[in-house]
């Protein structure tokens, strides 16, 4: 369950009327957008939209040229020591020294946050429990796997318990069950309290992982806001999914006759006995659900068809190749 | 295997013409050549043979040069490749050794020689100023493309051994300190006629590969173009030995290739953590120092052995000396002494010189730059942490030095211009650190080559500045009643050098690493 937050409260992320320009490269054109503490949002474009030019910005790497950028209500520009104090950085092409040792590498960047020997033993410990990387504390970094150096990097932007996490692509270039893993531990995470900004490319997994998103494309910002607004999209409402366990020959006739239903069509690539029903938006689909009980036909799940991220994330995009 | 080479070529001079800092190089290297011939015309009013004097100084900065160029931009042909794990893609690719060690080697290679060839026509103005003919020309430029050969070569063969750059850079520069310092010590051996247990026979090897290294000598070889006008050769055995050799080492490392084309190995430290609780330890409370110290400059084991490696070449001179002197009093004498100490000091600046050119340069190939300038610490502490660090690698050579100057300063150092000695030397060690460092923030490994050569051109400018301050500052003093006046000058000096030429050095390179931060 998505938590719930005081709509009042200092966002996370604010990010207002952000501009930048590289070499006559319009790359962001005044976006806004917030995120509000504790969950996680994602942020989705195509390849050069921008996400990487905003997650730079936001992470005090980057002065835009124009726009204001807060975190936690400090400023990027005037207080980036203190923003810095609260975000940790996964970037996409993440560094690892690789003659350390996972806990010598924890233990330089817990040193460099200041953290005194004694605490630092404690947070390393936390946070390679936390990553599942107890077992692996003394293998060197180079030794480990791209999924396991992906964890460590992660376990690295924890040491400091920042409350905002900012990961550019962390799923990318992991196996199925790496990113399964990773998508846990950002859940476990968000439970502790910890707003998470992810950048990425798997949609299917955003969905399910985000309260909330923000689209961009070509420097510009086409849908920011909660997660459920984007998809339960108002030309979807009167659609709705029906899957029934073996559906006689005739099944497409007989449904298309009842009152309420205006169209049956199969999926082309449904589950067999999956049917795509458009209703009338007058009609009840209680009504229409009762009169499909009353046909005896054996249903599986009747429900509202949600469209999925990754049609909405096409449907707010352009097409074609970006420059 | 002739279109895979021919495409890394390809790909390798593409990259090099595209990038703008090349042709700034080349554009900046004529532009130094017409100043300089413009500097020997002036002095052609003044003085005799201005053109050779000219001439001389050229050849002499293009062989130190070369020397540079071979423990820095040609030592990283091959290891560049390792350091970044694409050497077993291009194997994936079907690129043989040879192609991979050609196409590498090569480009790199033209690249040189484009510089080379850059000073043809300037070097030929001064024949119009006296004292050189177009012949002795012809022969230093291929006495000096022979010594590329030879040292590009030397270089590629360290760089196919070695597992990474730094190592490779360590190895070339031993072999060519080695080189130079085989020609006097086999010399100095060959006259000990009076230790009853060198044989003659050992004697005469001692001489005769004295002669050998005299032959492939390229500043022996120069010194007889530049003394020699009538019936001057071209070529010399210098020329056909070195490019032989060159071919030697160019077969070895194709042959060499796949015995030594594994990854670098990353367990310097050992595995155990026992072992790694003694080497490397808890991070320290300055832990960019502790990163750069054990990751970067080897750490306390490589200390130690330096410490071993100093203390042993200084046993060596004083076991030389007692083989020399049977009766001597004194451990080392002056002469050896200052052998001793330049030897020391060249090993000294080498190593400080080349963990200049990496400590930031490893940073941005490892994509370090961003998560580091996350750190709560201010980007030129950062910099002061990784120069401690380094500082603390370089302390066994800084005090084989010290302990050289307190043995036998007298004999080391002009006590009569120890002010002037001291301006000096501070002057152009910390130009030619702070121009590496920033360097190597722009070029790929051209870095210590770079600034050897742009100190070496800006020195002469800034020496007499600093000449006319302290003169100045030394008036003043004695003018005013004011006693150590010279030293008063030094201070001058070193804060007008600071202010002047350092610290925009300074910000610079704190600029660049933040611009590289964000990309």
């Not at chain 1, 209680?286 to 994330?313: C, D, E, M, T, Y």
């Not at chain 2, 230790?195 to 005769?208: E, G, K």
């Amino acid at each position: 369950m998505p938590p719930t937050y005081d709509a009042n409260a200092v966002p996370a992320i604010s990010v207002s009327e952000l501009t930048h320009a590289f070499k006559g490269h319009q790359a962001l054109n005044q976006i806004s957008f917030a995120v509000m503490p504790q969950t996680i949002h994602g942020f989705v474009g195509p390849n050069g939209a921008g996400k990487t030019t905003t997650l730079k910005a936001i992470c005090t790497l980057l002065k835009p040229n124009f726009g204001e950028v807060s975190v936690f209500g400090h400023s990027v520009r005037s207080e980036a020591t203190a923003v810095r104090e609260r975000i940790g950085f996964m970037p996409d092409h993440f560094s690892m020294y690789r003659q350390m040792t996972v806990f010598e590498y924890l233990d330089f960047f817990a040193a460099a946050y200041g953290l005194n020997l004694a605490s630092r033993d404690q947070v390393i410990n936390d946070v390679l429990t936390l990553t599942d990387m107890d077992g692996r504390r003394n293998d060197l970094i180079s030794g480990l796997s791209r999924g396991m150096q992906q964890r460590v990097s992660l376990a690295r932007v924890l040491v400091h318990d920042p409350d905002l996490l900012l990961l550019d692509e962390p799923a990318s270039g992991l196996d199925p069950r790496a990113r399964i893993e990773l998508m846990d531990i950002l859940r476990e995470l968000r439970r502790m309290g910890k707003t998470i900004f992810i950048s990425s490319h798997i949609l299917t997994e955003l969905a399910e992982l985000c309260d909330s998103v923000t689209i961009i494309d070509r420097g510009h910002v086409k849908f920011s806001g909660p997660m459920d607004a984007l998809l339960d999209d108002h030309q979807e409402t009167s659609r709705f999914s029906l899957r029934l366990a073996q559906p006689p020959e005739n099944v497409t006739e007989l449904l298309r006759q009842l009152n309420g239903i205006v169209s049956v069509e199969v999926p082309e690539y449904g589950s067999a006995g999956e049917f795509d029903l458009e209703l009338d938006p007058a009609t009840d689909s209680n009504i229409v659900l009762s009169s499909i009980i009353g046909l005896g036909l054996p249903i599986i799940s009747f429900g509202q068809r949600r469209k999925q991220l990754n049609q909405a994330f096409m449907d707010l995009t352009t097409r074609g190749v970006r420059s | 295997m002739i279109s895979g080479t021919q495409t890394l070529f390809n790909w390798s001079l593409r990259s090099d013409s595209r990038s703008i800092y090349p042709h700034i190089v080349r554009a900046g290297f004529a532009g130094f050549m017409l100043l300089a011939v413009m500097g020997a015309w002036g002095q052609s009013l003044t003085g005799m043979a201005p053109g050779l004097s000219f001439f001389r100084w050229i050849c002499n900065l293009n062989v130190l040069l070369i020397a540079v160029a071979g423990i820095s931009y040609f030592v990283s042909a091959v290891t560049e490749e390792k350091d970044s794990g694409t050497l077993a893609l291009l194997r994936l690719a079907g690129a043989s050794p040879l192609s991979i060690v050609l196409s590498k080697s090569t480009s790199r290679l033209i690249s040189a020689l484009m510089l080379l060839l850059i000073q043809l026509p300037f070097t030929f103005l001064a024949i119009t100023l006296g004292g050189v003919t177009w012949q002795q020309i012809i022969a230093a430029y291929l006495a000096l493309a022979a010594w590329l050969c030879v040292v590009a070569n030397m270089a590629l063969f360290c760089s196919v051994r070695c597992s990474t750059s730094g190592r490779a850079a360590a190895l070339a520069t031993a072999v060519l300190l080695l080189f130079f310092a085989s020609g006097p010590l086999l010399l100095e051996f060959s006259k000990l006629s009076s230790v009853s247990w060198l044989s003659p026979r050992a004697l005469n090897a001692c001489r005769h590969l004295h002669d050998e290294q005299q032959l492939m000598n390229v500043t022996t070889r120069l010194d007889e173009i530049f003394l020699t006008t009538a019936s001057l050769k071209f070529v010399a055995a210098q020329f056909w030995r070195s490019t032989a050799l060159g071919g030697l080492l160019f077969l070895c490392s194709v042959l060499l290739f796949n015995c030594y084309s594994e990854p670098a190995d990353d367990n310097t430290h050992g595995t155990s953590a026992a072992v790694r609780r003694y080497t490397i330890g808890r991070c320290w409370k300055l832990p960019v120092v502790w990163k750069d110290f054990l990751f970067f400059t080897g750490g306390k084991s490589f200390l130690i052995l330096k410490v071993f490696a100093y203390a042993a070449l200084i046993a060596g001179f004083v076991w030389f000396h007692q083989l020399e002197n049977p009766n001597a009093t004194q451990w080392l004498s002056p002469d050896l002494t200052r052998v001793a100490f330049g030897i020391v000091s060249l090993l000294f600046t080498v190593e400080m010189l080349l963990y200049a050119s990496n400590s930031l340069f490893l940073e941005v190939r490892q994509s370090a730059v961003a998560s580091l300038k996350m750190l709560p610490i201010p980007t030129p502490l950062l910099l002061l942490q990784k120069t401690a660090a380094c500082a603390v690698a370089l302390s066994p050579g800084l005090l084989a030095v010290l302990f050289l100057c307190c043995y036998d300063g007298a004999a080391i150092l002009d006590i009569e211009d120890l002010p002037g000695t001291i301006v000096g030397w501070i002057i152009v060690m910390t130009l030619l650190t702070h121009l590496t460092i920033l360097l190597s923030l722009y070029t790929r490994w051209a870095a210590l080559p770079l600034a050897v050569f742009i100190t070496m051109i800006s020195f002469p400018c800034i020496g007499g500045a600093a000449v006319g301050l302290t003169e100045i500052t030394r008036s003043a003093a004695a003018l005013n009643g004011i006693p150590w006046g010279v030293w008063l000058g030094v201070i001058v000096n070193l804060l007008w050098m600071w202010l002047f030429v350092l610290l925009p050095i300074e910000i610079e390179i704190v600029n660049r690493w933040n611009r590289l931060s964000q990309q």
